[in-house]
């Protein structure tokens, strides 16, 4: 079965520092493009961060210069480094595959809060 499982989600103050990881099975993922979404309540959900293969990265302007999308491909993993956290990156962060085939795989999301 296709599974994508998000972890690193927590509370951190403002100006913190939070690294979530996704770890992937049950389909090709070295040939798919990975990404980072998040949904803020009452917001709709937004792309953060997208890899392609190889490691060709691009940012939402609201994030660029402080998050940072990698992955590695011998351990099905996509990882998002975020640093200086806000307030208004607080939000339910989805990791995201759209398999080279033309289908897209989310995975159940993990919550990360930005208060003080």
């Known amino acids: 079965q296709v599974r994508l499982v998000e972890s690193g989600g927590g509370l951190v103050q403002p100006g913190g520092s939070l690294r979530l990881s996704c770890v992937a099975s049950g389909f090709t993922f070295s040939s798919s493009v990975m990404s980072w979404y998040r949904q803020a309540p009452g917001k709709e959900r937004e792309e953060v961060a997208t890899?392609?293969?190889?490691?060709?990265?691009s940012y939402a302007d609201s994030v660029q210069g402080r998050f940072t999308i990698s992955r590695d491909n011998t351990k099905n993993t996509v990882n998002l480094q975020m640093n200086i956290l806000k307030p208004e990156d607080t939000a339910v962060y989805y990791c995201?595959?759209?398999?080279?085939?033309?289908?897209?795989?989310w995975g159940q999301g993990t919550q990360v809060t930005v208060s003080s």
């Open positions: 890899i392609t293969d190889p490691d060709n990265a």
């Open positions: 995201k595959a759209r398999h080279s085939w033309g289908f897209d795989f």
